[in-house]
């Protein structure tokens, strides 16, 4: 059974940082792309990061460039996200996500929430 | 890049069949065949229910059915039960390689 397990998240305040991290269980991890997803509360699901099987090959949401870092650890079965500088609007509960055999996530974790406010 | 475009709420009856649409452009929903489902029930991580437009994972029920045309999606929901009521939300794959999901929809079944 496929398992993801979010931790990390917290109160923080504004210009503090946070690493997440994501164990996956049940699925040869070094061999998917994965993502994280954020939502704002009451809001919408908005895209933020994904990772490469190998973490060599990142993408990230314009808002989030240049602050947060995407990373794995392959021998741990663990996806992080590092995120520095963060702002009000980042509040969340940010998903790990497994991406599919084709651009799309087919499973999720449960979430971690982070509050940014001072 | 702003989200893709999804009704804020549809209702329908039980037994009913009604469809959620969700407006993109060439540079994503009308660019690839990589549009995907996904049903949130509240305080619930969402579940996949389509991938690549059309296709259900095993498990999912046929009553759901996606389609494409141009830069519009839409998921079809035959046959509404109680246990539909949930929000849904679209997500393409882009040209920049990234993800975009639509702003969600909140299906009330009357």
């Known amino acids: 059974e496929v398992q993801l397990v979010e931790s990390g998240g917290g109160l923080v305040q504004p210009g503090g940082s946070l690493r997440l991290s994501c164990a996956a269980s049940?699925?040869?991890?070094?061999?998917?792309?994965m993502h994280w997803v954020r939502q704002a509360p009451g809001k919408g699901l908005v895209w933020v990061s994904r990772?490469?099987?190998?973490?060599?090959?990142?993408t990230y949401a314009d808002s989030v460039k240049g602050r947060f870092t995407i990373s794995r650890d392959n021998a741990k079965n663990t996806l992080y996200l590092q995120m520095n500088s963060l702002r009000v609007e980042d509040s969340a509960v940010y998903y790990c996500?497994?991406?599919?055999?084709?651009?799309?996530?087919?499973?999720w974790g449960q979430g971690t929430l982070v509050t940014v406010s001072s | 890049q702003s989200a893709l475009t999804q009704p804020a709420s549809v209702s329908g009856s039980p037994g009913q069949s009604i469809t959620i649409s969700c407006t993109g452009t060439?540079?994503?929903?009308?660019?690839?065949?990589?549009v995907s489902w996904y049903q949130q029930h509240p305080g619930k991580a969402p579940k996949l229910l389509i991938f690549?437009?059309?296709n259900r994972p095993s498990g999912v029920s046929d009553r759901f059915s996606g389609s494409k045309s141009g830069n519009t999606a839409s998921l079809t929901i035959s046959g509404l039960l109680a246990e539909d009521e949930a929000h849904y939300y679209c997500?393409?794959?882009?040209?920049?390689?990234?993800?975009?999901f639509g702003g969600g929809t909140k299906l009330t079944v009357l």
């Open positions: 990772s490469n099987s190998d973490g060599f090959s990142t």
């Open positions: 997500c393409s794959y882009t040209s920049s390689s990234t993800r975009i």
């Open positions: 060439s540079s994503d929903v009308g660019g690839y065949n990589y």
């Open positions: 049940g699925f040869t991890f070094s061999r998917y792309w």
């Open positions: 690549d437009v059309t």
């Open positions: 996500a497994r991406q599919g055999g084709t651009p799309y996530i087919d499973y």
